[in-house]
């Protein structure tokens, strides 16, 4: 288990995580209607989960450096691609009604259709 660093600013909850290993378990331990933020961050991407009370927003980030830039990215409509030359950057940023362990789940399903598109990305980038 990775460790989660958390401390708490001016009433909000900040946990910083080194890897998505634990992405669930700590989106799932957030409270309800509370406002928190989660940082997930690994060699390839970054992702920032924030509570400000029912509503929760989510956004993803990645920047791949590459010379060969893919042909074909695999299709999310919901994840912009800019291509520019030697780099390219994943972003997605959407809001969610909090729901405690159902939400964390749905988050961590779109980490993962991120982490997925991002993967095709680098493997086509070597």
């Known amino acids: 288990m990775s460790e989660a660093r958390t401390f708490e600013l001016d009433g909000v909850k900040f946990t910083l995580?080194?890897?998505?290993?634990d992405l669930y378990r700590v989106l799932a331990a957030q409270p309800v209607g509370e406002r928190w933020d989660v940082l997930a961050v690994d060699e390839y991407m970054?992702?920032?989960v924030v509570s400000m009370g029912n509503v929760v927003r989510v956004?993803?980030?990645a920047e791949v450096d590459t010379e060969k830039i893919p042909e074909q990215v695999p299709a999310?409509?919901?994840i912009e691609v800019e291509a520019e030359p030697?780099?390219?950057k994943l972003r997605f940023l959407a809001d969610y009604t909090f729901q405690g362990r159902t939400t964390a789940?749905?988050?961590v399903n779109r980490?993962?259709?991120f982490r997925g598109v991002l993967?095709?990305?680098l493997s086509s980038s070597r």
């Open 105 to 107: 789940l749905a988050i």
């Open 17 to 21: 995580l080194e890897g998505f290993k």
């Open 46 to 48: 970054t992702a920032e």
């Open 111 to 113: 980490v993962n259709k």
């Open 59 to 61: 956004a993803l980030y």
């Open 119 to 121: 993967s095709s990305i």
């Open 86 to 88: 030697g780099k390219v």
């Open 76 to 78: 999310d409509q919901d």
